[in-house]
């Protein structure tokens, strides 16, 4: 019970700050109902960028734990207090629940795509980050890279200013998903890091820059806004569960990236489908490509295999060559990380 109780503790802080993302965007849409609520969210994804770089490099150098407790407190109570007079100005909430009552229930095809649209970006951050720093090399703050890419991709979907388009991106992300699909299979550059960054990091910056922005395009009215932000965060946490928690247990090896590829081209083919016949049909074509790398890179990740087994800490697999008994018979014990330093079997 301590423990839980710790760990209740610890989350709640998140919880409180990231509850009061979509709580005072709806506070702006019921006191300037010509503007629009969602470009705040851009806002409040730049801060949490801002943070994110700032800390590893500005922060944990300068300030010891003392310090960065204490500067966290004074900033939560600033936080606080601008929360309580922004509450003050707020107009009450009659108009708001009046413009509520007038629209119609959200519909349960929008629902299944916000959801899919944030669980798909949400697996594509977590599969690509841990291709690259897993199967390609183990850099130090590699990771930095597609979490800031993946904010970046927040910040210029929702901050209205057209910097999504789908007639200009669609050639460029379905060239770019079908180099990660080559990548996928192809031996040559397995452990060639430069190679994997170039395709890789903007391939999913444009990857997430699709989904973030069909769910912008599709975003309801600000009525409508609490709901459709707490379908997004579930949508998040979905795709984190996928790739943190289901598949170490559900797979023997690192299939999710090849899986978000094609869930990813299925979604781009139906969205682009509405920008005419060769959008769609060179979506579709793609789509086949990706399935088909997705499931060859399955089978021969098995060949030769006789166990296999995945933990947080990587896939372990005994490979056996030759047949028994004879002097060219081979078992070998393979550890994904042993092939990043060697980059073979051994």
Same mark, same amino acid.
């Not at 509520?100 to 299944?112: K, M, Q, T």
């Not at 210029?156 to 991106?169: C, H, I, M, S």
């Not at 707490?230 to 899986?259: D, Q, R």
């Not at 933990?311 to 060219?328: C, D, I, N």
């Given at each position: ?38 470009q ?15 800390y ?28 309580i ?21 959200l ?5 299944v795509?916000?959801l ?8 594509? /951050? ?18 930095l ?19 999504y ?39 999913l ?24 932000? /707490? ?36 979604l ?73 330093l ?5």
């Amino acid at each position: 019970y301590a423990a839980v109780a710790a760990l209740f503790l610890l989350i709640l802080p998140y919880f409180l700050l990231a509850a009061n993302s979509p709580l005072l965007q709806a506070w702006f849409a019921r006191a300037r109902p010509g503007e629009n609520p969602y470009q705040l969210f851009a806002v409040s994804n730049l801060g949490s960028l801002v943070a994110l770089l700032g800390y590893p490099f500005l922060v944990e150098p300068n300030l010891g734990g003392a310090g960065q407790v204490t500067l966290w407190s004074w900033l939560f109570a600033a936080f606080a207090v601008l929360c309580i007079a922004v509450t003050w100005r707020t107009p009450p909430k009659q108009a708001a629940e009046d413009a509520r009552s007038a629209l119609a229930p959200l519909a349960a095809g929008d629902i299944v795509l916000w959801l899919t649209l944030s669980a798909t970006g949400s697996v594509l /951050l977590l599969a690509v980050t841990n291709h690259l720093t897993q199967n390609v090399a183990s850099v130090p703050l590699l990771w930095l890279a597609p979490l800031t890419l993946y904010l970046a991709s927040f910040i210029l979907t929702f901050d209205g200013k057209g910097w999504y388009r789908p007639e200009w991106l669609w050639p460029v992300l379905l060239v770019w998903i079908a180099a990660m699909g080559w990548l996928i299979v192809d031996d040559d550059f397995q452990f060639d890091l430069p190679v994997h960054l170039g395709i890789f990091l903007p391939g999913l910056f444009l990857g997430c820059l699709f989904c973030h922005g069909e769910l912008y395009r599709l975003r309801p009215p600000p009525a409508r806004l609490t709901a459709f932000y /707490l379908i997004v965060a579930g949508g998040g946490a979905l795709g984190g569960v996928l790739v943190a928690v289901v598949a170490p247990v559900v797979f023997t090896g690192y299939y999710e990236l090849g899986i978000g590829l094609v869930v990813l081209v299925a979604l781009a083919s139906a969205c682009f489908g509405r920008l005419g016949a060769v959008p769609r049909y060179a979506s579709l074509a793609v789509l086949l490509g990706i399935a088909a790398s997705a499931g060859y890179d399955g089978m021969r990740y098995h060949r030769d295999v006789r166990v296999a087994s995945r933990s947080f800490y990587g896939v372990l697999r005994v490979k056996e060559y030759g047949v028994e008994g004879e002097e060219s018979h081979l078992r070998r014990l393979v550890h994904e990380f042993a092939k990043l330093l060697h980059g073979a079997d051994d």
